[in-house]
């Protein structure tokens, strides 16, 4: 049996082309924190552990916001394979400084996302990456926060161990829904 299908298109192939990549970005962001907590763990640093496994839920929150707002513009959400991610890190500082580089990666793709949405005067998707916008913002800072806080203990165990106990700490809130 076949089923009548409206179309209710409401945004451009082009934008939904982008955003189905950016969506696949992001599942690839929660491999990388899923391999880095997995390496934390094996380290001895539970705590390092935790915090990247809480960002691996924060990621797929991501992919959840970006999945539903394609549907919901009537497009068909497109997976693609994801990459392998590293699985060796030479240190804990390595670890941030990495993650800095990542979210720096993924807030550049926000911005040309944002970019394409304003020049396809797309106000539904631009209006829905704002969120986007003040969330890589969050996620930069915490990682700088973190790298300086390393850097600050250098080598020091008694510093690790702190801090290791202070990501240890850190809980999954799950974001309020967009209206």
């Known amino acids: ?16 082309s982008a955003l189905n990549a950016h969506l696949n970005f992001e599942f690839y962001s929660s491999y990388i924190y899923v391999s880095m907590a997995s390496h934390a763990h094996h380290i001895g640093l539970k705590g390092f552990a ?7 839920q924060e990621e797929l929150v991501h992919v959840q916001r970006i999945y539903n707002y394609i549907l919901n513009q009537g497009e068909k ?10 699985n060796k890190f030479d240190s804990p500082l390595a670890l941030f400084e990495i993650t800095l580089e990542h979210e ?4 550049a793709r926000i911005n040309k996302l944002a970019g ?14 704002q969120w986007f916008v003040t969330e890589q913002v969050e996620e930069e800072s915490a990682a700088v926060d973190i790298i300086q806080q390393l850097k600050l203990v250098g080598n020091s165990g008694n510093g690790l161990f702190l801090i290791d106990k202070e990501l240890g700490a850190r809980t999954f809130v799950p974001p309020t829904p967009p209206n």
């Open 1 to 16: 049996m076949y089923f009548l299908y409206m179309e209710k298109k409401m945004i451009s192939k082009k934008m939904a």
């Open 50 to 56: 935790n915090w990247f496994n809480v960002q691996v």
């Open 77 to 86: 959400v497109v997976l693609d394979a994801i990459e392998k991610p590293r």
């Open 104 to 107: 720096r990666q993924v807030t």
């Open 116 to 129: 394409l949405a304003r020049k396809e005067n797309d106000h539904a998707t631009s209006t829905m990456l």
